[in-house]
């Protein structure tokens, strides 16, 4: 079992910036790659970025490209979401997701371990 944490959101204006961290604990964590999603209310949840285990393979939605950047350190169990630019459009619950294996995924069923997410406000 591996038990993510997420931390870092907040208020932030828009232009600001806020950084996500992504804390796992639990069993190894070696191997499994790790996405960011989100939801806003009432909306589905929707894919954001995902990092491989290496840090090689990274993707990104459109949406975030050029101003949200996902890194991980691994000697920490730590993944990280920096956001830039941010706009009132990326208000939501932003949620850190696992699994074991290689490939990058942006449907949420394909993740096996999620945290309980963390509240990003972007104000007008």
């Known amino acids: 079992q591996v038990q993510l944490v997420e931390s870092g959101g907040g208020l932030v204006q828009t232009g600001g910036s806020l950084r996500l961290s992504c804390a796992a604990s639990g069993r190894t964590f070696v191997g499994y790659a790790v996405g960011w999603l989100r939801q806003a209310p009432g909306k589905e949840r929707e894919f954001v970025a995902a990092?491989?285990?290496?840090?090689?393979?990274?993707y990104y939605a459109d949406s975030v490209k050029g101003r949200f950047t996902i890194s991980r350190d691994n000697a920490k169990n730590t993944v990280y979401l920096q956001m830039n630019s941010l706009k009132p459009e990326d208000t939501a619950v932003y949620y850190c997701?696992?699994?074991?294996?290689?490939?990058?995924?942006?449907?949420?069923?394909?993740?096996?371990?999620w945290g309980q997410g963390t509240q990003v406000t972007v104000s007008s």
């Open positions: 997701a696992a699994r074991l294996g290689t490939y990058l995924y942006t449907q949420d069923g394909r993740y096996d371990y």
């Open positions: 990092i491989s285990w290496s840090g090689s393979n990274i």
